[in-house]
């Protein structure tokens, strides 16, 4: 049985950020199904947020109600506070650590605009922010690797939990097709979102809710799963990201006929509204017939910044558009979609990276979660462009620091090693003798699509019963699809098998509290409740599984400094 | 209808890799990747590769397209198609070992990463604020830092398909990244170990990396950049800087290489053993007549040569 006093698992920006907070003191696992550099982290573009005033004079006061307001007031208030306190000193220490940031003329850390934000408070690396990041903190982990064991290309299948505390993780070696059990004194899931399970996403395809499952099936509840942010610039029909950044430079969107009809939705903010007003925008244009010739998309327009601009600050945008379309955006404008981006809902922490087992608040011994697969929540029903990069490197740094208070002061606990590999065993045999009549890759993506079609930028009662009784409707052929690959090495299909099944499960749970909550907030919208209900809705949703049926309970928002008010840009 | 001939490889099932070949007419705007996937989902579930984000930036999918490292989900699969041939050849990256189908080894790569110490360097407290750095200095780790760790440079590295010992171009690039980086303290310790053998100086300078790399990165580019700071900082006590050195020196002094002279300036007129190692080569070259001329001539324009040293400087 392997041994770590805390193991992480996922190492993007807040797992790896966790690793090099424990590896003070204690010694680190740090499991990955890929390798850390890989982590989807790195694919965040436009930037991060803090309130430096390199630019123009800011506070962590305008950050903050920036981001309560964006948040559509279902952010947890105390912990907003704390987070964008802290936000300019670990950008400090990002850079210390050598993190390398595009630079003003006189040599401080450059910030842009960004939707959302009164102030241009976007620390940025041209338009690879979190590449920058993840592989600066990458290089801190191997100059640390004598306390800090990796495990690339492992996956987490489920949580140990005895008599109430966490005390290990049951992994395969994907490139073995071993089975071991991880003890550990204390676990961070650090595991991402789970956009994958629409159609239309920015995510990578490691994004299947791995973490949020592992957890909701050892019996925690996930909190505010409904509210899923979909990404004003992903590319017509791939989701690929083409970076809030691009309209924090100046670019325009423009439907068919040729007009910024951002002038409609938020006159003020225009193109710089938060993502939620100005995905629906757009998402309303198209179904009114004014998409680009009456397709699914509208323009992405940047040719009036000019070429010099876009490969100083967009290089990569405009690679990603010259490779995956043929389009060079200094010439055309670029086809885009609102695409699923980012989970605002998650695994339920306290401020300081403790999941805790219900809305009471009630602590799980010894397993904390920070990033998107954990719910602080600072992002309420909507998160700020550049805040994801910040959350996971504040909150991957909080947890960090009480995952090695509690491991300190805490004993391994005890656990049947053989007992709990048969779990995992049992549960990929019975995945090679099922009878292969149904197509996985059939399931996989009529869920996608029921999921973007009846569950995505608008909602309905009608649209969402339907889509909760597929969801249903694909569990049950899920357990009889057919696998092509028995073997032990390098089985890739298993995974994505195991994945299908965690996305389903997520599916169900988004949809089903998506169904329970109306009223229109952030992310949310429901065409049958347009309006936010702050009487009945302004609170927090737990789904707990009940029975292989779901439960649903609510926890009241922390208001500490902003009363809620009408959100208008 | 396009033909994909994958190569394959399950030692659980076969010693011997071999290729399959799957029928699948392209999509339009389909990448690579994307047809990979349909021939996974579709056709068969025990075809085994990498991938993750899917838009050129985590570096998983790396393999071999028509002989040539490529990104799978970076490339259209229509422009693999060329003149006529409907054939798609697929195969994992070189210089690496094979674990199954396109999955390769990457333990050796990372070591090499490992070797080239990636990380700032800079033992002074720092301040409360950021530190400085220029928009210029920024410049110069701009491509570097660009790098996405895919290992396409090292599959199709020429030196490293002979010389297992060579860093590769990926770990020369990473090293470059702090080299050029104003914030960091240890240039001369660094280009110092760059200048080992398998170091910088056994780049044979042909340029694969530049063709193969999918992002700005270009590692040749890089290792230039470093060979230039290894002579500004005089670390020059060593084959490969020699070698430049006597180079520039030979054609500037005559117009042209003398080829008599530079293995010897290159090996160090004091380096017994390096000299005799030459011994057995100039033999077997005057055996078989190869010799060049003893009589060192300039070319005949020798005198525009110097000009463009004296207005160029070295």
């Known amino acids: 049985m392997i041994k770590h006093d805390v193991l992480i698992v996922g190492a993007g920006l807040a797992g790896q950020r966790a690793a090099l907070e424990v590896c003070k003191e204690l010694d680190v696992g740090l499991l990955t199904k890929v390798y850390p550099s890989r982590s989807h982290s790195g694919a965040a573009q436009g930037g991060i947020a803090a309130s430096l005033g390199n630019s123009e004079e800011d506070s962590w006061e305008e950050h903050m109600f920036d981001t309560v307001k964006g948040g559509d007031y279902l952010s947890d208030q105390d912990a907003v506070e704390e987070y964008v306190k802290a936000a300019p000193r670990v950008i400090y220490e990002l850079e210390h650590m050598g993190c390398a940031f595009s630079r003003t003329d006189d040599g401080k850390i450059a910030q842009r605009s960004f939707g959302g934000h009164s102030k241009p408070r976007a620390c940025f690396s041209a338009d690879r922010t979190g590449h920058a990041i993840l592989h600066a903190l990458h290089e801190q982990v191997l100059k640390n690797a004598k306390s800090i064991k990796i495990y690339s290309e492992w996956y987490m299948h489920q949580l140990v939990i005895e008599e109430g505390r966490c005390c290990g993780v049951l992994v395969s070696n994907i490139r073995t097709g071993e089975v071991e059990v991880i003890q550990a004194k204390a676990v961070v899931f650090a595991t991402g979102g789970y956009g994958r399970v629409f159609q239309i996403t920015t995510n990578a395809f490691a994004g299947t809710a791995d973490g949020a499952i592992a957890a909701f099936r050892a019996g925690i509840p996930l909190e505010d799963p409904e509210f899923v942010q979909f990404h004003p610039s992903g590319l017509y029909r791939q989701g690929i990201l083409f970076s809030e950044a691009a309209r924090g430079e100046g670019g325009y969107l423009l439907n068919g006929k040729g007009d910024r009809f951002m002038e409609q939705y938020a006159p003020s903010r225009m193109e710089l509204a938060p993502r939620d007003i100005v995905a629906r925008a757009e998402q309303s244009e198209i179904d009114a017939g004014r998409g680009v010739n009456g397709e699914d998309y509208i323009f992405l327009d940047l040719r009036h910044l000019g070429e010099a601009r876009i490969m100083e600050r967009l290089p990569q945008i405009r690679q990603l558009g010259i490779d995956f379309i043929g389009v060079d955006c200094v010439k055309e404008p670029l086809p885009i979609q609102p695409s699923a981006h980012y989970s605002m809902g998650g695994i339920p922490t306290d401020k300081f990276g403790q999941v805790v087992a219900d809305e009471n608040g009630t602590p799980m011994k010894g397993f904390f979660a920070a990033g998107e697969c954990a719910c602080v929540s600072v992002h309420g029903a909507n998160r700020l462009g550049t805040n994801s990069l910040l959350d996971a490197t504040v909150f991957g740094e909080r947890t960090g620091r009480s995952a090695l208070e509690y491991a300190k002061n805490a004993e391994c606990g005890e656990l049947n090693e053989s007992h709990q590999k048969a779990r995992v065993l049992n549960q990929i045999e019975e995945i090679f003798q099922r009878d292969g009549s149904e197509s996985y890759n059939d399931i996989r993506n009529e869920m996608k699509q029921v999921m973007m079609a009846k569950c995505g930028v608008f909602r309905d009662e009608e649209n969402l019963k339907s889509c909760v009784a597929s969801i249903r409707a694909l569990k049950e052929r899920y357990k009889k699809g057919k696998v092509t690959d028995k073997g032990q090495l390098f089985n890739t299909e298993v995974y994505e098998i195991i994945e299908l099944g965690n996305m389903l499960e997520m599916a169900e749970i988004i949809s089903t509290a998506a169904l329970a909550r109306k009223e229109s907030r952030g992310g949310h919208y429901r065409t049958d409740f347009p309006k936010r209900d702050d009487q009945e809705f302004l609170k927090h949703t737990f789904v707990y599984p009940k029975d292989g049926e779901l439960e649903l309970k609510y926890k009241p928002v922390v208001i500490t400094r902003y009363q809620p008010k009408e959100r208008t840009y | ?314």
């Open chain 2, 1 to 314: 209808m396009a033909k994909f001939r994958i190569k394959r490889y399950n030692p659980e099932k076969q010693s011997d890799p071999y290729y399959e070949e799957f029928d699948y007419d392209i999509p339009e705007g389909a990448t690579l990747l994307d047809c990979l996937n349909h021939i996974k989902w579709n056709m068969d579930g025990t075809l085994t590769y990498r991938m993750s984000c899917r838009s050129a930036i985590c570096g998983s999918c790396g393999m071999k397209g028509n002989g040539h490292a490529l990104l799978a989900c970076q490339k259209q699969a229509a422009h693999l198609l060329k003149d006529g041939n409907d054939t798609i050849t697929i195969e994992p990256l070189g210089n690496m070992p094979v674990i199954k189908d396109l999955a390769t080894d990457f333990q050796q790569f990372w070591e090499k990463i490992d070797q080239v110490k990636p990380y700032l360097q800079n033992k002074e407290k720092p301040p409360e604020l950021e530190r400085g750095q220029s928009p210029q200095q920024f410049k110069k780790i701009d491509d570097a830092t660009t790098c996405i760790m895919c290992g396409a440079c090292y599959s199709d590295c020429n030196v490293l398909e002979v010389d297992n010992n060579f860093l590769g171009p990926a770990a020369l690039a990473k090293a470059q990244r702090f080299v050029g980086d104003s914030r960091d303290k240890a240039t001369r310790e660094r280009i110092k170990e760059l200048s080992k053998p398998g170091g910088m100086w056994d780049c044979t300078h042909c340029g694969e990396c530049v063709e193969r790399c999918p992002k700005p990165a270009e590692p040749f580019y890089r290792i230039k950049d470093l060979m230039a700071v290894g002579l500004k900082e005089g670390v020059t006590n060593n084959v490969g800087a020699r070698h430049a050195l006597s180079f520039v020196k030979s054609v500037k002094h005559s117009g042209r290489l003398n080829e008599n002279k530079i293995p010897v300036e290159s090996m160090g007129y004091f380096n017994i053993k390096g000299l005799l190692d030459l011994v057995p080569v100039g033999l077997r070259m005057l055996l078989k007549m190869k010799i060049p001329p003893i009589i060192h001539k300039p070319v005949d324009d020798v005198k525009d040569v110097q000009r463009i040293f004296e207005e160029f400087g070295e």
